[in-house]
């Protein structure tokens, strides 16, 4: 290998349960996938850097005293994260070759532009000494994403993509940041990703509007008396005396956040219990929160959840991520997973004429630096 090469792996992230809780202060429960983008840096004699995307085809220029705001959505989440790290060390960065590889599906809800921000953070880092910590990492990667981007995200998935422990899943609480890692047995079980490869947009659909919505109930909660920082500090009995307050909507998004919170902290003890039908039973009551009461699903998600409840095989199933596409994961026997891709992949594409494409992912390791 040649030692003037650094490589880069950063995975995507899953999320057993705990879904638009992390910008309320809420228990999530993620883990980093075995899917990865991988960087492969070097240095560069020319006046500008230069990265290629293998994954898309696509090649981008960069030069350090303009980086301004591109066109294209995967260029700027490279310029964001060169902006911010110049805030974090006001150093002269080395111009570089950059080639993006890896198989992380992108934009179907396994946070690859999460992953591609953390990895091309590390891989500036690296190549220039910077001694990045991971706080900094996460500081940066926030950053892009919430003011360069645009999405005002929770902080779980660059939480998870740097921190992740293979075979662990990280009881996250958002309230204050504080972690802990929940050991994995799923026994004969399997986390199987179902892509609906129906494209979403994070920033440019509902998911902005949710945050304001979370930010209004909370609004309104306070001015009834209460006096809390994040959504997820009331019990739901007492919000249901004041839903006479709140649009209809407006309650219904704070309920979900609530019921949700409950189920990801239930599910933790159903996970070291190993009562995986338990913990299936509250991945479908989560689907259908995020469905009914949080308004993210879609009819291409549904269905695949749906598929589903017929077979006892399969233990649970729900809609991944910030919604409006991407992946259902689903609870299943090993076993049956061949059985049930051959039937549900042929029903959805006839259905909604898209491919459908599933994943076995396992849990991996965090961000990490190869050579
Ligand atoms: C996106 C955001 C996360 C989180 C999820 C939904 O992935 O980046 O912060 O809110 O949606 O749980």
Request: proline share 1%.
């Amino acid at each position: 290998m040649d030692s003037s090469k650094i490589i880069i792996e950063s995975p995507g992230r899953i999320n057993l349960i705990g879904e638009h809780i992390d910008y309320n202060g809420g228990y999530v429960l993620p883990g980093a996938t075995d899917l990865i983008i991988q960087f492969t840096f070097s240095n560069s004699k020319k006046n500008y850097s230069e990265v290629y995307s293998s994954v898309i085809d696509k090649k981008c220029k960069i030069y350090f005293d303009n980086l301004s705001k591109r066109v294209t959505r995967w260029e700027n989440y490279l310029v964001g994260t060169l902006i911010s790290i110049l805030k974090k060390r006001k150093v002269e960065l080395k111009n570089f070759n950059c080639l993006i590889e890896g198989n992380l599906p992108l934009g179907s809800g396994i946070s690859s532009s999460s992953s591609l921000i953390c990895g091309f953070t590390k891989g500036v880092d690296k190549l220039n000494n910077l001694n990045l910590d991971n706080d900094e990492i996460l500081s940066i990667s926030r950053e892009v994403e919430y003011n360069f981007i645009g999405l005002k995200g929770g902080i779980m998935d660059q939480f998870t993509i740097i921190n992740s422990k293979k075979n662990n899943l990280i009881l996250l609480n958002t309230k204050d940041n504080s972690s802990d890692f929940i050991e994995s047995d799923l026994g004969d079980y399997k986390l199987l990703l179902l892509n609906t490869n129906k494209k979403h947009n994070l920033s440019d659909s509902a998911y902005n509007k949710r945050v304001e919505e979370c930010q209004e109930a909370l609004r309104i909660i306070n001015d009834s008396g209460h006096n809390i920082k994040f959504l997820t500090q009331i019990e739901v009995e007492e919000l249901r005396k004041i839903q006479n307050l709140m649009p209809n909507n407006i309650f219904n998004r704070a309920l979900y956040v609530n019921q949700e919170n409950n189920r990801t902290i239930k599910s933790v003890q159903y996970l070291k219990n190993l009562d995986l039908k338990s913990l299936g039973e509250l991945m479908y009551s989560s689907h259908e929160g995020l469905r009914d009461l949080y308004e993210v699903s879609c009819d291409e998600l549904d269905y695949l959840v749906d598929k589903t409840r017929v077979y006892d095989q399969i233990l649970g199933a729900r809609m991944m991520g910030g919604g409006f596409g991407g992946c259902t994961i689903n609870l299943i026997h090993k076993d049956f997973i061949g059985i049930f891709v051959d039937d549900v992949s042929e029903s959805y594409s006839s259905m909604f004429s898209l491919k459908l494409s599933p994943i076995i992912t396992s849990l991996g390791e965090g961000l990490r630096y190869k050579v």
